[in-house]
């Protein structure tokens, strides 16, 4: 299955703190930079698929990890826009199966997106309103974003499932509804930076083979394994 990642290129600076006090001085337990956004879909490294990354602007992300809450928080600084046009479109050839956008709230032109001959799926990053996102939202095939976000889309009544996840499990809304939600134990102490597109990633490869609600269990054993994998 080929995989086209589109998004910004993040530079991600990540501080891990056992545990976060704010308004105190807090001690990092540990320090590393790596590539994020898209990229944490190809390293999530998940058998059956090939990403190809086609990005367009960047960004620095500093992320702090809360080990005591396995929450995380990002202060970002935007380098370079975002910007697809038509020519970006000609790579996408005919044996694309999917295209995935990480973030499309972080895209600062997305319309030639929805000439996307391909299903799409798309990621979200912040609070911005869904219903600037309105055409897009409906032109995609699955979207994902964060529980905590769960809110933004209270208004929508589009038929594209909606996709949150959090520390918990999954919940599948569509129409402005909850249609399932698959529920699961926390794991504490795990460093989750970039757990939502690791999710993504598990999700996208079993989508077509087992449906939504499979899909969506498996994506939230294997996120798990991973992270814990990475945490040791």
């Excluded at 530079?11 to 105190?24: H, P, S």
């Excluded at 058998?47 to 990002?74: H, L």
Aim: proline share 3%; aromatic share 8%; net charge negative.
């Amino acid at each position: 299955m080929k995989v086209v990642l589109l998004g910004k290129r993040y530079e991600d600076r990540i501080f891990t703190l056992n545990i976060l006090n704010v308004g105190e001085t807090n001690v990092c337990s540990s320090y590393k930079e790596r590539r994020g956004g898209a990229y944490n879909l190809v390293d999530a490294n998940v058998d059956g698929i090939d990403f190809v990354p086609i990005i367009r602007g960047s960004k620095a992300a500093f992320v702090i990890n809360d080990r005591a809450s396995s929450a995380r928080t990002s202060i970002v600084l935007n380098n370079e826009p975002s910007m697809y046009d038509s020519e970006d479109l000609k790579s996408l050839n005919d044996d694309c199966d999917w295209v995935h956008v990480s973030y499309i709230d972080d895209i600062e032109q997305y319309d030639v997106l929805l000439n996307i001959p391909h299903p799409i799926s798309i990621d979200f990053c912040t609070v911005k309103p869904r219903e600037e996102f309105i055409d897009i939202i409906k032109k995609a095939e699955i979207v994902f974003d964060s529980r905590e976000r769960r809110f933004l889309y209270s208004n929508l009544r589009i038929a594209t499932p909606i996709i949150l996840h959090d520390e918990n499990g999954t919940e599948i809304m569509q129409s402005g509804i909850t249609t399932a939600t698959i529920d699961m134990t926390p794991v504490d102490n795990l460093e989750v930076n970039g757990a939502g597109d690791v999710y993504a990633a598990n999700f996208i490869k079993n989508y077509k083979i087992y449906g939504i609600i499979k899909a969506a269990k498996i994506a939230m054993s294997n996120t798990t394994k991973f992270l814990i994998e990475r945490n040791p």
